[in-house]
């Protein structure tokens, strides 16, 4: 099963990761990290197929896709 990691603190809540999952299992979160921004977090993990395209267009390398 595919699964991602989001570093919180490097997340600047560009949305890029959101718009670009293909099964929209990213959302921006509610939480606020610690210069300020909401993070992305994962919406449903379960709907993950390891596609790696958050990751891929993430411009601060938030994002660790694992297959």
């Known amino acids: 099963m595919a699964r991602i ?3 919180t603190e490097a997340c600047k809540s560009c949305s890029y990761c959101v718009i670009s999952c293909p099964k929209k299992c990213l959302e ?8 300020g921004y909401l ?5 449903r993990p379960e709907d ?3 596609c790696a395209m958050c990751a891929q267009i993430c411009p601060e390398s938030a994002i660790e896709v694992w297959r």
Do not use: D
């Open 5 to 7: 990691e989001i570093t």
């Open 28 to 35: 921006i979160g509610e939480k606020v990290n610690s210069k």
């Open 39 to 43: 993070y992305a977090t994962s919406a």
């Open 48 to 50: 993950f197929i390891g």
